[in-house]
Protein backbone atom coordinates (compact mmCIF):
# COMPACT_ATOMS: atom_id res chain seq x y z
CA UNK A 1 0.00 0.00 0.00
CA UNK A 2 1.08 3.69 -0.89
CA UNK A 3 1.17 6.22 1.86
CA UNK A 4 2.35 9.77 2.58
CA UNK A 5 3.58 11.71 5.29
CA UNK A 6 4.37 15.58 5.39
CA UNK A 7 5.96 16.28 8.52
CA UNK A 8 4.89 19.59 10.25
CA UNK A 9 1.25 20.82 9.13
CA UNK A 10 2.85 24.57 9.21
CA UNK A 11 6.32 25.81 8.26
CA UNK A 12 7.03 29.46 9.16
CA UNK A 13 10.27 30.65 7.63
CA UNK A 14 11.38 34.45 6.69
CA UNK A 15 11.73 35.97 3.28
CA UNK A 16 14.73 35.23 2.11
CA UNK A 17 15.42 32.05 3.64
CA UNK A 18 15.41 28.52 2.95
CA UNK A 19 12.29 26.49 2.67
CA UNK A 20 12.31 23.11 3.46
CA UNK A 21 8.85 21.09 3.79
CA UNK A 22 9.47 17.09 4.58
CA UNK A 23 7.84 13.90 2.48
CA UNK A 24 8.29 10.81 3.49
CA UNK A 25 6.23 8.00 1.52
CA UNK A 26 5.97 4.43 1.59
CA UNK A 27 5.50 2.25 -1.88
CA UNK A 28 5.24 -1.53 -2.27
CA UNK A 29 6.55 -0.17 -6.14
CA UNK A 30 9.17 1.71 -7.88
CA UNK A 31 6.89 5.56 -6.80
CA UNK A 32 6.15 8.81 -8.86
CA UNK A 33 6.21 11.00 -6.72
CA UNK A 34 4.79 15.05 -6.83
CA UNK A 35 5.04 17.94 -5.56
CA UNK A 36 1.62 20.29 -5.65
CA UNK A 37 0.86 23.63 -4.17
CA UNK A 38 -2.60 25.45 -3.52
CA UNK A 39 -3.12 28.58 -3.18
CA UNK A 40 -5.72 30.18 -1.19
CA UNK A 41 -9.15 29.90 -2.79
CA UNK A 42 -7.74 27.66 -6.19
CA UNK A 43 -7.41 24.18 -6.83
CA UNK A 44 -4.33 22.76 -6.45
CA UNK A 45 -1.50 22.99 -8.83
CA UNK A 46 1.91 20.99 -10.09
CA UNK A 47 5.00 22.43 -8.49
CA UNK A 48 7.31 19.21 -10.16
CA UNK A 49 7.43 15.79 -10.19
CA UNK A 50 9.79 12.44 -10.20
CA UNK A 51 9.35 9.66 -12.57
CA UNK A 52 12.06 8.27 -13.66
CA UNK A 53 15.75 9.23 -13.99
CA UNK A 54 17.52 12.53 -12.38
CA UNK A 55 16.81 12.05 -8.63
CA UNK A 56 17.02 15.95 -8.22
CA UNK A 57 14.11 17.42 -9.88
CA UNK A 58 13.19 21.41 -10.81
CA UNK A 59 10.06 22.52 -10.60
CA UNK A 60 8.39 26.05 -11.22
CA UNK A 61 9.25 28.85 -9.15
CA UNK A 62 12.12 28.05 -8.15
CA UNK A 63 11.67 24.92 -6.08
CA UNK A 64 13.24 21.74 -6.18
CA UNK A 65 13.02 17.99 -4.78
CA UNK A 66 15.40 15.09 -4.54
CA UNK A 67 14.18 11.53 -4.33
CA UNK A 68 16.52 9.22 -1.65
CA UNK A 69 15.40 6.12 -2.22
CA UNK A 70 17.47 4.47 1.02
CA UNK A 71 15.26 7.50 3.14
CA UNK A 72 11.96 6.77 1.35
CA UNK A 73 12.44 10.88 1.28
CA UNK A 74 11.23 13.54 -1.71
CA UNK A 75 11.74 16.72 0.32
CA UNK A 76 10.86 20.20 -1.62
CA UNK A 77 13.31 22.71 -1.08
CA UNK A 78 13.73 26.32 -2.08
CA UNK A 79 16.64 28.16 -1.50
CA UNK A 80 14.94 31.63 -0.97
CA UNK A 81 11.72 32.13 0.06
CA UNK A 82 9.29 35.09 -1.50
CA UNK A 83 5.98 36.16 0.28
CA UNK A 84 4.36 35.04 -3.12
CA UNK A 85 5.58 31.22 -1.89
CA UNK A 86 2.74 31.53 1.30
CA UNK A 87 0.63 28.40 0.16
CA UNK A 88 -0.67 24.96 0.94
CA UNK A 89 1.70 22.12 -0.28
CA UNK A 90 1.22 18.95 -1.09
CA UNK A 91 2.84 15.85 -1.69
CA UNK A 92 2.13 13.11 -3.50
CA UNK A 93 2.71 9.30 -4.52
CA UNK A 94 1.16 7.20 -7.49
CA UNK A 95 1.71 3.73 -8.18
CA UNK A 96 1.20 3.92 -11.82
CA UNK A 97 0.56 0.40 -12.21
CA UNK A 98 -3.13 0.39 -10.16
CA UNK A 99 -4.84 3.13 -12.21
CA UNK A 100 -3.35 6.24 -11.54
CA UNK A 101 -4.44 7.14 -8.12
CA UNK A 102 -2.56 9.41 -5.95
CA UNK A 103 -2.09 9.28 -2.41
CA UNK A 104 -2.13 12.52 -1.17
CA UNK A 105 -0.17 13.61 1.97
CA UNK A 106 -2.18 16.12 4.95
CA UNK A 107 -0.67 18.83 3.71
CA UNK A 108 2.11 21.57 4.68
CA UNK A 109 1.09 25.30 5.46
CA UNK A 110 3.78 27.48 4.34
CA UNK A 111 3.70 30.77 5.81
CA UNK A 112 6.58 33.61 5.13
CA UNK A 113 7.34 36.09 6.91
CA UNK A 114 8.40 39.61 6.34
CA UNK B 1 -5.06 24.05 -23.53
CA UNK B 2 -8.53 23.58 -21.22
CA UNK B 3 -7.58 22.57 -18.18
CA UNK B 4 -10.50 20.35 -15.81
CA UNK B 5 -13.68 21.69 -15.76
CA UNK B 6 -15.82 22.34 -13.26
CA UNK B 7 -19.27 23.92 -12.32
CA UNK B 8 -20.53 25.61 -10.57
CA UNK B 9 -17.89 27.66 -8.47
CA UNK B 10 -19.68 28.26 -5.86
CA UNK B 11 -23.17 26.54 -4.93
CA UNK B 12 -25.17 27.66 -1.84
CA UNK B 13 -28.08 25.92 -1.03
CA UNK B 14 -30.97 24.58 2.00
CA UNK B 15 -30.40 21.39 3.69
CA UNK B 16 -32.38 18.55 1.78
CA UNK B 17 -31.55 19.79 -1.41
CA UNK B 18 -30.14 17.80 -4.03
CA UNK B 19 -26.94 19.16 -5.15
CA UNK B 20 -25.39 18.41 -8.48
CA UNK B 21 -21.54 19.10 -9.05
CA UNK B 22 -20.20 19.02 -12.83
CA UNK B 23 -16.60 18.03 -13.94
CA UNK B 24 -15.27 18.06 -17.69
CA UNK B 25 -11.68 16.08 -17.64
CA UNK B 26 -9.06 17.12 -19.80
CA UNK B 27 -9.41 15.69 -23.35
CA UNK B 28 -7.32 12.38 -23.66
CA UNK B 29 -7.41 11.75 -20.13
CA UNK B 30 -8.84 8.13 -18.72
CA UNK B 31 -8.86 8.46 -15.05
CA UNK B 32 -11.41 10.60 -13.23
CA UNK B 33 -11.04 11.70 -9.66
CA UNK B 34 -13.34 13.35 -6.92
CA UNK B 35 -12.23 15.13 -3.76
CA UNK B 36 -13.52 16.89 -0.98
CA UNK B 37 -11.37 19.20 1.00
CA UNK B 38 -12.19 20.67 4.36
CA UNK B 39 -10.43 22.37 7.06
CA UNK B 40 -11.35 19.31 9.43
CA UNK B 41 -10.71 16.29 7.10
CA UNK B 42 -7.73 17.87 4.52
CA UNK B 43 -8.07 16.54 0.90
CA UNK B 44 -10.16 12.93 0.60
CA UNK B 45 -10.54 11.13 -2.59
CA UNK B 46 -14.20 10.03 -2.28
CA UNK B 47 -14.11 8.01 -5.90
CA UNK B 48 -12.41 7.76 -9.28
CA UNK B 49 -12.77 6.04 -12.43
CA UNK B 50 -10.55 4.73 -15.10
CA UNK B 51 -12.06 4.75 -18.62
CA UNK B 52 -15.34 5.57 -17.55
CA UNK B 53 -15.95 2.71 -15.18
CA UNK B 54 -15.83 3.46 -10.98
CA UNK B 55 -13.15 1.92 -9.92
CA UNK B 56 -13.07 2.47 -6.17
CA UNK B 57 -15.40 4.41 -4.53
CA UNK B 58 -14.75 3.69 -1.03
CA UNK B 59 -14.02 6.94 0.23
CA UNK B 60 -17.83 8.17 -0.35
CA UNK B 61 -18.98 8.96 2.67
CA UNK B 62 -22.67 7.82 2.45
CA UNK B 63 -25.31 6.61 0.24
CA UNK B 64 -26.75 10.17 -0.28
CA UNK B 65 -23.34 10.74 -2.42
CA UNK B 66 -23.47 8.89 -6.37
CA UNK B 67 -21.23 9.64 -9.46
CA UNK B 68 -21.63 8.83 -12.96
CA UNK B 69 -19.24 9.14 -15.51
CA UNK B 70 -21.77 8.78 -18.67
CA UNK B 71 -18.84 9.30 -21.13
CA UNK B 72 -15.15 10.76 -21.18
CA UNK B 73 -15.81 13.69 -21.15
CA UNK B 74 -18.53 14.69 -18.38
CA UNK B 75 -18.88 12.97 -15.48
CA UNK B 76 -21.41 14.27 -12.29
CA UNK B 77 -21.24 13.71 -8.51
CA UNK B 78 -24.61 14.53 -6.94
CA UNK B 79 -25.46 14.62 -3.06
CA UNK B 80 -29.32 13.66 -2.11
CA UNK B 81 -30.32 14.70 0.60
CA UNK B 82 -28.02 17.37 1.17
CA UNK B 83 -26.65 18.02 4.65
CA UNK B 84 -24.63 21.25 6.63
CA UNK B 85 -21.76 18.80 7.44
CA UNK B 86 -21.18 18.21 3.44
CA UNK B 87 -20.52 21.60 2.99
CA UNK B 88 -16.86 21.69 1.60
CA UNK B 89 -14.70 22.54 -1.49
CA UNK B 90 -14.94 19.52 -4.16
CA UNK B 91 -12.29 19.36 -6.51
CA UNK B 92 -12.13 16.76 -10.12
CA UNK B 93 -9.17 15.68 -11.45
CA UNK B 94 -8.53 13.90 -14.55
CA UNK B 95 -4.92 12.20 -15.53
CA UNK B 96 -3.89 9.56 -17.83
CA UNK B 97 -1.02 6.56 -17.69
CA UNK B 98 2.29 8.31 -16.60
CA UNK B 99 0.87 11.77 -16.13
CA UNK B 100 0.35 13.76 -13.42
CA UNK B 101 -3.43 14.64 -11.83
CA UNK B 102 -4.63 17.98 -13.26
CA UNK B 103 -7.24 19.51 -10.98
CA UNK B 104 -9.71 22.04 -11.57
CA UNK B 105 -10.28 25.30 -9.25
CA UNK B 106 -13.12 23.39 -7.31
CA UNK B 107 -16.52 23.43 -6.26
CA UNK B 108 -17.06 25.78 -3.44
CA UNK B 109 -20.30 23.71 -1.41
CA UNK B 110 -22.49 25.30 1.36
CA UNK B 111 -25.12 23.92 2.71
CA UNK B 112 -27.43 25.97 4.78
Known amino acids: AQSVTQLGSHVSVSEGALVLLRCNYS??????LFWYVQYPNQGLQLLLKYTTGATLVKGINGFEAEFKKSETSFHLTKPSAHMSDAAEYFC????????????FGTGTSLTVIP | DAGVIQSPRHEVTEMGQEVTLRCKPISGHNSLFWYRQTMMRGLELLIYFNNNVPIDDSGMPEDRFSAKMPNASFSTLKIQPSEPRDSAVYFC??????????FGDGTRLSIL
Open chain 2, 93 to 102: ASTRVGQPQH
Open chain 1, 27 to 32: SSVPPY
Open chain 1, 92 to 103: AVSDQGTGNQFY
